[in-house]
C-alpha cells in the first residue's frame, strides 16, 4: 500500500496446527523485506518457524535462536538450530547484545 506493507490476520486454515502461524509471517517477511529481515526465534513449543526461518536465510535475512538452557521449551529455537538456520543460539541476556550489534554494525 501507499503506507507500506499492511499485516493482517486471516481466517486460513490453520498451518502447523496455529493459526496465527510464524511460519506464514516469516515466508512473506522474506518475500516483502528479504535480506532486511532479522528474525529471532524465542522459547516455544513444536516446530512452526522453521520452514519460515529457511525462506528467510534463504533471502539473506540472519536468523538467531535462543539457546535450550534459557528456554523453558527449547522446541521452535531447537528445530530452527537443529536445521542449521540459525547464524548463532544464544542464552536470552546475550541476544539484546547480538541484535544491537547486527543492527548498529558495531561489535558486540
Known amino acids: ?6 499485516i493482517k490476520l486471516t481466517d486460513g486454515l490453520p498451518v502447523n496446527f496455529c493459526r496465527p502461524a510464524v511460519d506464514v509471517l516469516f515466508k512473506d517477511a522474506a518475500v516483502v523485506f528479504g535480506a532486511a529481515t532479522l528474525t529471532v526465534i524465542l522459547t516455544g513449543m513444536g516446530s512452526d518457524g522453521t520452514n519460515g526461518a529457511r525462506s528467510l536465510t534463504d533471502a539473506g535475512g540472519p536468523v538467531l535462536a535462543q539457546d535450550e538452557a534459557t528456554s ?21 541476556p ?14 558486540a
Open 72 to 92: 523453558t521449551v527449547w522446541g521452535m529455537p531447537g528445530s530452527v538450530a537443529r536445521a542449521g538456520l540459525a547464524e548463532a543460539v544464544l542464552p536470552l
Open 1 to 6: 500500500g501507499p503506507n507500506g506493507p499492511i
Open 94 to 107: 546475550d541476544l539484546a547484545t547480538a541484535l544491537r550489534a547486527m543492527i548498529t554494525g558495531q561489535p
